[in-house]
């Protein structure tokens, strides 16, 4: 069975063209699986896309890859992704990739590290307190630790990113295979919510599914602050749900098949200059 994947950036279209595929495939067992990059691949996506080969091979089907665009194939060979399907990993010579990487449920540190490591600390990253940075990193961890609590998933959780400085973007992403945020808020509130209010409400500061004394909702609130001072972005994925902040903006829409988990995708914009801390950690000097 061959299939063809048109231009997949970092946007809505980009992921209705990932979920046309995942339709188009989802039945599939036991089969042999080409499919051909035909347009431009923002390598954040490769979390998202990731996941739905990583479905494929668990139905015991032979995924193979075959890109067109030279560009997309360097890419895609830098971050790690493309040796998943048999070419060789190249080096990133400028160090601009956030490596794909699949996690299973019970690597909580690595995924800490690795959200360290190639996210929270880099130098294109805006100045931030270092109160700021914890938090940071712990609000991206929520996004596994949601995941792995509620998602019930036992395929695992995908990471990858990019540093593009023409854009003067870091574009992060982390994908799962498990239930959705509308199942789990039904399941654990007893709401039926559609899938796009399902991730409003899933965005408000304090609501969780969570139980027990630790506080949940409040790290995509504090993503979603941030985003809206750094003139960056967030995009959300479940079901047939697609929920998008820009600055401060939110659109919501539908779309035109499910994706079989969700998607929590980061836009940062490299070019702020401002610096970024935690109220507490200010003094009056710093506000008057």
């Known amino acids: 069975m061959k299939f063809s994947l048109p231009s997949i950036q970092h946007d809505r279209a980009g992921f209705e063209n990932l979920v046309a595929l995942n339709m188009q495939t989802q039945d599939y067992y036991f089969e042999s699986i080409t499919i051909e990059l035909t ?14 080969l990583y479905r ?47 996690f ?11 959200i360290e490591t190639r996210l929270a600390n880099r130098r294109e990253i805006p100045t931030m307190s270092a109160g700021l940075v914890k938090k940071f990193r712990e609000s991206v961890f929520e996004i596994f630790s949601n995941a ?7 395929l695992g959780i995908f990471g990858c990113g990019q540093f593009f400085p023409a854009r003067q973007r870091i574009n992060f992403a982390v994908a799962d295979l498990g239930i959705g945020i509308r199942s ?10 559609s899938s796009i209010e399902a991730i409003i409400w899933a965005t408000e500061g304090r609501n969780t599914t ?51 988990g969700t998607v929590v995708a980061l836009e940062i914009d490299t070019s702020d200059i401002k610096s970024y801390a935690l109220a507490n950690e200010l003094s009056p000097a710093d506000i008057f």
């Open 104 to 114: 299973d449920v019970k690597d909580d540190r690595y995924f800490s590290r690795y």
């Open 210 to 260: 969570k139980r027990g004394a630790i506080p949940g909702g409040l790290g995509l609130k504090l993503l979603r602050e941030f985003i809206a001072m750094n003139g960056g972005g967030i995009q959300i994925v479940s079901d047939t749900g697609y929920w998008k902040q820009e600055q401060d903006q939110v659109t919501t829409t539908l779309l035109p098949h499910p994706f079989p």
């Open 184 to 193: 789990n808020v039904l399941e654990h509130t007893g709401q039926n919510l």
């Open 148 to 154: 792995v609590l509620h998602a019930h998933t036992d």
């Open 56 to 102: 494929l091979g668990e139905n015991a089907n032979s995924v193979q890859l075959i890109v067109r665009r030279p560009r997309v194939e360097e890419i895609l060979s830098k971050n790690g992704f493309l040796s998943n399907y048999g070419r060789a990993q190249l080096p990133d010579t400028w160090g601009t990739t956030i490596p794909y990487q699949r």
């Open 39 to 52: 347009g431009w691949f923002d390598a954040d996506m490769c979390a998202a896309f990731g996941a739905i």
